[in-house]
């Protein structure tokens, strides 16, 4: 399978902690992608980062990105009982302009 | 970004019947991504599909158990045929978005029974 690994499966955390979630993959990439799911509805995306850029910031997220290691982070600063859901990262394998989505890092962010 | 409309939102099915997933775009895309994510799973991408041709599918996945349709560029429908327990699952579209990232419809959860 091409499908990437993402770790922690499950992070929990108190409100205002930050949370980090690392995502690996296995090819080349042309950019790699979070997306957010809540309850098991449609995802939302969050960021894209391209295979050329090493770090981006939007809002609380930050993330990161080592074609080397092949291995990509995502950072929530300050986290919110509102960001309580599931994460993925997916890249978009050069050319085929599809997505090959990770195995998700659930996370709980307590009041 | 495109907006999207999925339905329907859930569905209980008996086995043996089949399940057609209709999704609309508020805009004309040229390709539409139809995925698959099993409980507790990550996404699996079960085809694409293009507009006035035949959709294309991923290794494990078959037209006769997942016929598509694309009659235009903002409409497609996912048909689950013949369905099992093992079909049970979150049915997303998706289409590309302005800058880079993909828009999903809200999701089908289907249970077969």
């Known amino acids: 399978s091409q499908q990437g690994e993402e770790d922690p499966q499950a992070l929990s955390i108190q409100e205002g902690e930050n949370a980090t979630m690392n995502c690996s993959y296995k090819?080349?990439?042309?950019?790699l992608q979070w997306y957010r799911q809540n309850s098991g509805r449609g995802l939302v995306h969050l960021i894209l980062?391209?295979?050329?850029?090493r770090e981006k910031h939007s809002g609380r997220l930050r993330v990161t990105l080592d074609t080397s290691k092949k291995s990509s982070s995502l950072l929530i600063t300050a986290s919110r009982a509102a960001d309580t859901a599931s994460y993925f990262c997916?890249?978009?394998?050069?050319?085929?302009?599809?997505?090959?989505f990770g195995t998700g890092t659930r996370l709980l962010v307590s009041p | 970004s495109a907006v999207i409309s999925q339905k329907p939102s859930r569905d209980i099915c008996q086995r043996g019947t089949s399940l057609t997933i209709q999704c609309q775009v508020d805009s004309q895309v040229t390709m539409m991504f139809w995925y698959r994510q099993q409980p507790g799973q990550s996404l699996t991408l079960i085809a694409t599909?293009?507009?006035?041709?035949?959709?294309?599918?991923e290794s494990g996945f078959v037209i006769d158990k997942f016929p598509i349709s694309r009659p235009n560029l903002t409409f497609s429908t996912l048909t689950v045929s013949n369905m099992s327990p093992e079909d049970s699952s979150i049915y997303l579209c998706?289409?590309?978005?302005?800058?880079?990232?993909?828009?999903f419809g809200s999701g089908t959860r289907l249970t077969v029974v």
């Open positions: 998706s289409v590309a978005g302005s800058r880079g990232g993909y828009t």
């Open positions: 599909a293009n507009q006035g041709s035949e959709a294309t599918y």
């Open positions: 997916a890249t978009d394998d050069t050319g085929f302009q599809k997505l090959v």
């Open positions: 090819t080349s990439i042309n950019n």
């Open positions: 980062i391209r295979s050329n850029e």
